[in-house]
């Protein structure tokens, strides 16, 4: 378990009504990683991890965060492929690891309290290193020139949540048949 030096990286988040764009790179190399999240994709992965917050509100807690990592309760990490892998190990020496295949990154937002700690993960893919001499802003990109692609994703997205909630269904109704059964 390594705790990764926010100071290496330096992040920045772009929000719209509907998306959050999360930029990071490395303040040393250059390299550089890039998501945008969808406003249904931020809530569906707070309503999995069992503490769900809307887009709002995470939207605030992230800017918070990456403002200033003062406040109470609110902290970000970010961890490469291997450095979930050691956490998954530590946990269970049983776990089964995902190879490094993509050079990605994990914004993980942790909010903790008295009473619950809940970890978001962000995962960011490589966009490559750095260049200084033109920087692409790339939600602006996406606003101008992959709407579609956007849009596309955000369809895969919900169909995606659909299975989810398919399969949990069907496991609530397998669960159901089993405690009448006994």
């Known amino acids: 378990y ?3 030096n926010m100071d290496r ?3 920045t988040v772009k929000s719209t009504v509907n998306d959050l764009t999360v930029n990071l790179s490395e ?3 250059g390299l550089r990683w890039c998501n945008c999240f969808k406003k249904v994709f931020i809530e569906q992965l707070t309503r999995r991890t069992g503490n769900y917050k809307s887009f709002e509100t995470f939207l605030k807690m992230i800017k918070a965060v990456i403002g200033s990592n003062e406040i109470s309760g609110l902290s970000c990490n970010i961890y490469t492929v291997d450095d979930l892998n050691r956490l998954r190990k530590e946990k269970n020496e049983n776990a089964k690891c995902q190879p490094d295949l993509d050079n990605k990154r994990y914004l993980i937002l942790n909010y903790e309290t008295n009473f619950e700690e809940t970890h978001y993960p962000l995962p960011l893919n490589y966009q490559g290193k750095e260049n200084k001499e033109l ?5 602006s990109i996406l606003n101008s020139t992959e709407l579609s692609k956007a849009d596309e994703i955000q369809s895969e997205q919900e169909i995606l949540i659909e299975k989810q909630r398919n399969q949990l269904r069907q496991f609530e109704e397998k669960l159901r048949k089993r405690n009448k059964t006994t």
């Open 2 to 4: 390594r705790e990764v």
């Open 9 to 11: 990286y330096k992040i």
């Open 27 to 29: 303040k040393k190399s």
């Open 135 to 139: 920087t692409i802003d790339y939600h």
